[in-house]
């Protein structure tokens, strides 16, 4: 599977961005879909991560009650909602896939620059 994920940019604290992950080449409702993100300097991190149906979803303690997974199986879409930003949340997010289920993604979009002003 081909994964874009698009939609970042820069916002002031406070602010919100929705990221959004387009998926090609192969059925996408087979895949257990996440959002990693990698902030200057350190090393990628799991945001948040969704099941094959959308029915269950993880999120990273710093992000509970700001972000929100979703995604939709007829687009072959993957989303990120994210609201609330903090200038900690700045980093290159990426979409990952993976169709074993968690803790082992084989696909990885190109990565959307999310940079959050103070």
């Known amino acids: 599977v081909q994964l874009q994920a698009s939609g970042g940019g820069l916002v002031q604290a406070g602010g919100s961005l929705r990221l959004s992950c387009a998926a090609s080449g192969r059925t996408f409702s087979r895949y257990y879909m996440a959002w990693f993100r990698q902030p200057p300097g350190t090393e990628r991190e799991l945001v948040a991560s969704?099941?094959?149906?959308?029915?269950?979803?993880y999120y990273t303690d710093s992000v509970k009650g700001r972000f929100t997974i979703s995604r939709d199986n007829a687009k072959n879409t993957l989303n990120l909602e994210m609201n609330s930003l903090k200038p900690e949340d700045t980093a290159v997010y990426y979409c990952?896939?993976?169709?074993?289920?968690?803790?082992?993604?084989?696909?990885w979009g190109q990565g959307t620059l999310v940079t959050v002003s103070s």
């Open positions: 969704i099941t094959w149906s959308g029915d269950i979803t």
């Open positions: 990952a896939a993976s169709s074993v289920g968690a803790g082992r993604y084989d696909y």
